[in-house]
């Protein structure tokens, strides 16, 4: 099937990427000739697994190409739009200026017949909005939201946990959902999920996604807090809930928070739609799932500071981590370096590694030293952070080798996902978040 997408960033290119990779003939479309011009000679403008291998293989296959014009997007049967829904400058509420652009630029090119799947995480609403729009043309809005983790996101494309498409009531809806299951006919016949919805579901299924998941980190960094006042471990506490397969022991792991470009702008943009609904009091408790996120982040340097006797002035800091989350280079709201930031802010010889997100952290935060070399930045340091659960530091960091390298063996994981019997065998000072 030929498919156009609308919108090149993140989701945009591992989409047309999975595309391309079961069968589909796929043309990108973006404003932005940079990108494009990164695209289509097979580079990725972004670190995610795969996505590069993938994205030469469909290049070279000629399934895969990539365009400024959007005129090319004519005779694809399948138009999916996934551009970005930034938080506003002046608010909570989700910026949907570059998803009305899209909808405008695409809207001239449709045919009677296509299919136009949004993809964006959009506030609830605004696929009914557009759909009179699309129709006029004599095409079907259907709205088929993503539910991509960053560093397995080409894998969360192409095998799916579900696949959900909102679509109108009337015959064209029976016939836009059969077209999405034709697009994503592997998926379906090896059994995944395809629920069709309304289009107000569709859109809900997103953000409730990200708000449930939101709450479940919140709720055991809420624990941690309680841990750190009353001696228990917040470790051991997830540990035994998580038995109960109500609850799950995944994304109950005490730290600094979440951070990326998904999760706190998309659970405060669905606060400001509930209030925009009257229903504000209805999700009024994610107003307290971000403040207790962004308060982990205060108790990360807390520690820090108490780690080093009151003081971080003139005092070498190693930070392992700048990205938000590993496999990933994205550094949107992320807490290992906002952490990084406020220590640096508070006098101290802030030096900042990761894998892969140096570039990108770099230019958002020039007044932090970068060495890309684990080791280089641990030589010297009176204590070393951990922010980024990369295996790099988690699992490959020997507790004894690091040892030879700092001046002060002291340690504070805003992960909890070092050994810390390990760590303090091997003489290390251990402050966990939520441990004794």
């Known amino acids: 099937m030929r498919l156009s997408v609308i919108g090149c960033g993140?989701?945009?290119a591992v989409h047309a990427a999975a595309m391309a990779h079961i069968g589909h003939d796929v043309i990108g479309v973006d404003v932005d000739d940079s990108k494009i011009e990164v695209l289509s000679r097979g580079d990725a403008p972004l670190f995610e697994p795969r996505l590069k291998e993938m994205l030469q293989a469909g290049i070279a296959s000629g399934n895969l190409r990539?365009?400024?014009?959007?005129s090319n997007a004519r005779g694809a049967a399948v138009h999916f739009v996934g551009v970005g829904t930034p938080q506003r400058a002046d608010g909570y509420a989700a910026d949907l200026t570059y998803v009305d652009a899209a909808f405008d630029a695409l809207v001239p090119h449709l045919s009677p017949g296509d299919v136009v799947a949004g993809k964006s995480t959009v506030p609830v609403g605004t696929a009914t909005r557009l759909?009179?729009?699309?129709?006029?043309?004599?095409?079907?809005?259907?709205?088929n939201p993503e539910f991509l983790r960053e560093g397995w996101a080409v894998q969360d494309t192409i095998d799916p946990d579900r696949l959900v498409v909102g679509v109108p009531t009337d015959l064209s809806g029976e016939r836009a959902a059969d077209v999405l299951r034709e697009v994503y006919h592997p998926a379906v016949a090896l059994g995944t999920p395809f629920l069709v919805t309304d289009y107000a579901t569709a859109e809900l299924v997103?953000?409730?996604?990200?708000?449930f998941l939101a709450t479940k980190i919140s709720f055991i960094n809420a624990m941690a807090?309680?841990?750190?006042v009353t001696g228990a471990d917040v470790t051991q506490l997830a540990d035994a809930i998580g038995h109960d397969v109500r609850i799950g022991r995944r994304f109950l792991g005490a730290g600094i928070g979440f951070g990326g470009g998904c999760l706190p702008k998309d659970i405060r943009a669905f606060a400001a739609r509930a209030e925009e609904l009257g229903r504000g009091e209805s999700v009024a408790f994610l107003r307290e799932v971000d403040a207790i996120n962004l308060r982990r982040r205060d108790r990360a340097v807390d520690l820090v500071i108490a780690a080093l006797g009151g003081s971080v002035f003139k005092k070498n800091v190693t930070v392992l981590g700048a990205a938000f989350k590993p496999h990933?280079?994205?550094v949107r709201d992320s807490p290992a370096l906002d952490v990084a930031v406020r220590l640096r802010g508070l006098g101290a010889w802030v030096t900042v590694t990761d894998p892969q997100a140096i570039a990108n952290a770099e230019r958002l935060h020039p007044q932090l030293d970068f060495v890309a070399d684990r080791d280089e930045a641990l030589r010297g340091a009176d204590v070393v952070v951990v922010v980024t659960e990369w295996d790099e530091y988690r699992r490959d960091l020997a507790p004894e080798h690091a040892a030879s390298l700092v001046s002060s063996p002291v340690i504070v994981d805003?992960?909890?996902?070092l050994d810390a019997s390990a760590w303090r065998a091997a003489g290390w000072t251990y402050h966990g978040m939520g441990r004794p």
């Open 414 to 417: 805003g992960r909890n996902c």
């Open 225 to 228: 807090e309680i841990a750190e």
């Open 66 to 70: 990539f365009t400024t014009d959007i």
């Open 206 to 211: 997103k953000v409730a996604a990200n708000a």
């Open 131 to 143: 759909a009179p729009t699309v129709s006029s043309t004599g095409a079907t809005l259907v709205w």
């Open 328 to 330: 990933s280079d994205d």
């Open 10 to 12: 993140y989701l945009g």
